[in-house]
């Protein structure tokens, strides 16, 4: 059985978790230009995620491993 999520799904996701948090962090504490810029790294890191996935599954159905 396929698992929905492999390792490196679990990193990517903490990755954006962390940078989100992260920009919480700065915008309430003053901070809010930088607060804006790390927050805007969440959708870049999560489409960086997908298109890789993405890549590793085109790969799989090139090869006719699925």
């Known amino acids: 059985m396929n698992n929905l ?9 903490l990755a954006a978790l962390v940078s989100l948090a992260i920009s ?17 790294w969440v959708p870049s890191i999560l489409g960086f995620g997908n298109y890789i996935k993405n890549l590793v599954l085109q790969n799989k159905i090139d090869r006719q491993d699925v």
Do not use: M, N
């Open 24 to 40: 919480i962090a700065f915008w309430f504490s003053g901070l809010r230009e930088e607060g804006v810029f790390i927050g805007l």
């Open 5 to 13: 999520f492999k390792t490196s799904d679990y990193f990517i996701l």
